[in-house]
């Protein structure tokens, strides 16, 4: 005991003498952080001097500096606090060569680097943070994540070192280094720094990164990437680039790490944005402050697929059979004829009757019926159809007064037909049937006509089923949108159009006029951060487009995605044997549809960091079922703690869950999700009400991507049963935890003795 104990003291000074060495150096970057901010502060209070000159030239140059100062200091504000994670200690390379960031850039060691007797010193350290900082001599008090050098922090194994001889990891909170993991990528060294031997701290960065209780945010995992990943979010952006992967992998945290990635590698080619599509509003929520935290923000919109329609966000929910419904790219078929058909809806005239000549004219239904269809015979948007069909009917009222053959002179032809034309449509006659005859129609408008059973059996006749036409009218109903509405009123909306509207003049800046420079400067030229920021507001297509959990897109929400990236490279990140559409072939073609012809790129993510080995096999059992022959990604943790089995038996469920859930509270520091049917939601939050906010139920199909330190899975059976894909919801379900996992059976669920439900049984 006293050896142990003695020990236990030797190892806890090493760590803390390495703790204030990490403190050491962070104080030192945030010095050097403070003296930047001042820099920054100082250029902008001394561009705001410039705009007093009143030159156009000053004020250009104000605009300018003030602009390129804001995002300076901007930047640097957000990064200000917990940008230090880790370190890597390395030896001498095979040249001297430096990079622009100050880092040696060979990768391989010297040839005589390490003795003959096992022994070497390190070289070179580099600390790597969310944004590179140098100090005054310009030597790298810290390396950005993304720069080349920052590379082996991540890649490098015990297989295959580089010059890495310890990774480590920081862990801080603020300004204060709270603890540090390292992992010996050549153990079989002694290698000394400062004349020392290397300290080697704690069990393992990855294992120490993944045992850190969860929020309901996600957490910044930066600095446990590993190999595989790694080579994912290098991978050059050219066409697309295909990463599956199973529970855990890691997908989403790569996704995001990439989109970071290619902004640091090529702002210029990715300036016109990047668009991160995420199944859900939550997975949205989780993940909305790592971009920030990866040293990007502004120029990367993560939108959930219910979101990415302006003004529109999705709230309700579709059952099964409605969702297969609309989704299907069937629904196509039916939003073209609804587009065209709306045009009859309401009290639309049926005769037109205008003075020419000084005489009356007019055109029947019949002849009004022939023009429209004349009209829908392009394949233009509906409401860019109504300037043809605004001629069209010219034409006919013209004909029928038989001014056409009065004169063979081709030049008072014309001039008789324009001065119809004009005497025509400045009568309000004209003007009033033509609104009326052929309205200005909306996506909304439209979405809701479809509402009407009977008008929508019409538009769905042969496409759809007698069936599917009366839930789907039925959902149209209610209040709210749901995810597949989000998507037919993108199709509705390229199937109409937008008229053109008149540019509105853009306000004079108050400085013109208070220097007199209205006259030289009728308009003033937008600044580029005005430019920026009306670009990002109007912005219908990106440069990059990285789709999240892509298995679960249906196809009409892979024409709305696919619409956004028209002319961009992609990432598509998923895992088939996670998906939740129930016709995954209609799907993937939809998918391959808007991806084009690019060349495809494909990575495999095979290791779960996520849930330990006790967990993962327990879903293994459902993958067999959902997917046979379909291989699970490998653990690579084990706790000890297998899941734990309850039955309901002739309790209240709220009860059994409130109870389960109040027990993983106790055992676990972070948080807890409940897992249910979609149709027990509600229900689900009220079972959990008082329990605080480290517990949150959710729905099966909203779990998607998130991650909770103990999860409680209420009735497999139900969550199975409740879509054609629901052995692989339920598969979702139960690879949520990182730490502990309770299954809760109720009756349907046939639990034997010990509580374990049928689909889970060996």
């Known amino acids: 005991m006293a050896a142990q104990e003695a020990d236990r003291v030797v190892v806890d000074t090493i760590r803390d003498r390495e703790i204030g060495v990490e403190q050491d150096h962070l104080d030192q970057v945030y010095r050097r952080l403070e003296e930047k901010i001042h820099e920054a502060e100082f250029l902008m209070h001394d561009a705001a001097r410039q705009g007093q000159v009143g030159t156009p030239g000053a004020l250009a140059e104000r605009d ?75 030597s790298p008090l810290v390396i950005d994540w993304r720069a080349p050098a920052a590379a082996p922090f991540y890649r490098a194994t015990p297989v295959d070192p580089g010059r890495v001889v310890r990774r480590r990891v920081i862990r801080s909170k603020g300004r204060r280094v709270l603890g540090v993991e390292d992992d010996l990528m050549r153990p079989e060294l002694t290698a000394t720094l400062g004349g020392a031997e290397l300290a080697v701290v704690g069990d393992g960065a990855l294992m120490a990164a993944l045992g850190r209780a969860r929020g309901h945010t996600m957490r910044d995992i930066v600095a446990s990437i590993q190999a595989e990943q790694d080579l994912v979010i290098r991978a050059p952006a ?128 019949d002849e009004l019926a022939r023009i429209r269809h004349d009209a829908l015979g392009g394949t233009a948007p509906v409401n860019l159809l109504r300037p043809r069909a605004r001629r069209l009917l010219l034409d006919a009222l013209y004909a029928k007064t038989g001014a056409g053959t009065r004169h063979a002179d081709p030049e008072l032809a014309a001039e008789l037909r324009s001065s119809f034309d004009e005497d025509v449509t400045t009568e309000d006659s004209f003007t009033g049937f033509l609104d009326a005859w052929w309205p200005e129609l909306t996506p909304r408008a439209v979405l809701s006509a479809m509402a009407d059973e009977k008008r929508l059996g019409r538009w769905a006749r042969r496409v759809l089923n007698p069936g599917e036409v009366r839930r789907v009218a039925r959902s149209l109903r209610r209040e709210g949108y749901s995810v597949h509405d989000v998507a037919l009123l993108d199709e509705l909306h390229t199937l109409l159009g937008a008229p053109a509207r008149p540019r509105r003049r853009r306000e004079l800046d108050p400085l013109d006029q208070l220097t007199g420079l209205e006259e030289l400067m009728p308009v003033r030229q937008e600044t580029q951060r005005e430019r920026a920021e009306r670009l990002a507001q109007e912005r219908t297509e990106y440069a990059h487009v990285i789709v999240d959990e892509a298995q679960d897109l249906t196809p009409m929400q892979w024409r709305m995605v696919g619409r956004r990236g028209r002319h961009a490279t992609w990432t598509v990140v998923g895992d088939p044997a996670q998906s939740s559409w129930s016709a995954p072939d209609e799907a993937a073609e939809a998918r391959d549809e808007a991806l084009g012809r690019r060349p495809r790129r494909r990575f495999t993510l095979t290791v779960n960091y996520r849930n330990p080995a006790e967990i993962a096999e327990l879903a293994a059992r459902v993958l067999a079922l959902a997917m046979p022959g379909a291989e699970s990604p490998r653990a690579v943790r084990s706790t000890g703690l297998e899941p734990r089995f309850t039955a309901v038996g002739d309790r209240e469920p709220g009860e059994v869950v409130r109870d389960e859930a109040r027990r993983l509270l106790e055992r676990v520091d972070g948080t807890v999700g409940v897992v249910v049917a979609m149709s027990r939601r509600e229900q689900a939050a009220g079972w959990l009400a008082g329990l605080g906010d480290r517990v949150v139920a959710l729905g099966s199909l909203e779990a998607k991507g998130l991650e909770y330190d103990a999860t409680v899975v209420v009735s497999p059976a139900e969550i199975a049963d409740e879509s054609p894909a629901g052995l692989r919801v339920l598969y979702v379900a139960l690879t949520r935890a990182t730490q502990q996992l309770t299954v809760v059976s109720g009756r349907r669920d046939e639990p034997d003795a010990a509580g374990v439900p049928d689909l889970l049984r060996d």
Not at 70 to 90: K, Q, T
Not at 120 to 128: D, K, P
Not at 297 to 314: F, I, M, P, T, W
């Open 64 to 138: 300018a500096q003030v602009f390129r100062a804001g995002v300076h200091l901007n930047r640097l504000n957000s990064e200000f606090e917990d940008f230090l994670f880790g370190r890597i200690d390395l030896l001498r390379g095979k040249d001297g060569k430096k990079g622009p960031d100050g880092a040696y850039t060979s990768v391989e060691p010297a040839d005589d680097a390490v003795r003959p007797d096992a022994t070497a010193e390190i070289a070179e350290t580099l600390h790597i943070g969310r944004i590179g900082v140098l100090d005054t001599d310009y």
């Open 238 to 365: 050219a066409s697309v680039t295909y990463v599956e992967g199973g529970p855990g992998t890691g997908k989403t945290a790569v996704a995001l790490h990439r989109a970071a990635y290619l902004l640091y590698q090529d702002r210029r080619r990715y300036a016109g944005g990047i668009l991160v599509v995420s199944p859900t509003p939550l997975l949205v929520a989780y993940t909305e402050g790592v971009l920030p935290s990866l040293g990007e923000e502004g120029q990367v919109a993560v939108r959930a697929v219910g979101s990415l329609v302006d003004g529109v966000e999705a709230t309700a929910y579709d059952e099964p059979a409605v969702a297969r419904a609309k989704g299907s790219s069937r629904m196509l078929q039916v939003l073209r004829r609804a587009a065209r058909g709306a045009l009859e809806l309401g009290d639309a005239p049926d005769r037109l009757r205008v003075v020419a000549f000084g005489r009356r004219v007019e055109l029947e239904a």
